[in-house]
């Protein structure tokens, strides 16, 4: 005998009731052994995907680059003194905002288009 089968009928209904609930968000049919197709819910994949960070951060990143080739390293360099001189919030998108190796590649590549 199962653990399952020396509960109650009372719990045994709310195990079969929780699987529905589960089952209707996705599962997956597998054969046994013994020819008995069983049905379980899918695992659910817990927080955010690798790949849609890598995807943001490297998104900014251009974003950045395509900003620093638009309005020239010394303008950018002013704007982010102005953000430096801000609010909490401000201070911390200077931070984010500041010029790095990457987005100064990118700049430098896409300087001639924007000129």
Request: aromatic share 8%; hydrophobic share 50%; net charge positive.
């Given at each position: 005998m199962?653990?399952?089968?020396?509960?109650?009928?009372?719990?045994r209904?709310?195990?079969v009731?929780?699987?529905?609930?589960?089952m209707?968000?996705?599962?997956d049919?597998?054969?046994?052994?013994?020819?008995?197709?069983?049905?379980?819910p899918?695992?659910?994949?817990?927080?955010?995907?690798?790949?849609?960070?890598?995807?943001?951060?490297?998104?900014?990143?251009?974003f950045?680059?395509?900003?620093?080739a638009?309005?020239?390293?010394?303008?950018?360099?002013?704007?982010?003194?102005?953000?430096?001189?801000?609010?909490?919030?401000?201070?911390?998108?200077?931070?984010v905002?500041?010029?790095?190796?990457v987005?100064?590649?990118?700049?430098?590549k896409?300087?001639?288009?924007?000129?």
């Open positions: 199962t653990i399952v089968s020396q509960n109650g009928f009372g719990a209904i709310k195990n009731q929780r699987k529905h609930v589960r209707a968000q996705g599962y049919a597998k054969v046994g052994r013994d020819g008995l197709i069983v049905f379980r899918k695992r659910r994949k817990a927080g955010l995907p690798l790949r849609w960070v890598v995807v943001a951060l490297a998104g900014a990143i251009v950045k680059g395509l900003i620093i638009n309005l020239g390293a010394a303008a950018y360099a002013d704007r982010i003194e102005a953000l430096r001189a801000g609010s909490v919030v401000e201070k911390f998108g200077a931070a905002m500041q010029p790095d190796p987005s100064l590649y990118i700049s430098a896409f300087a001639p288009i924007f000129n």
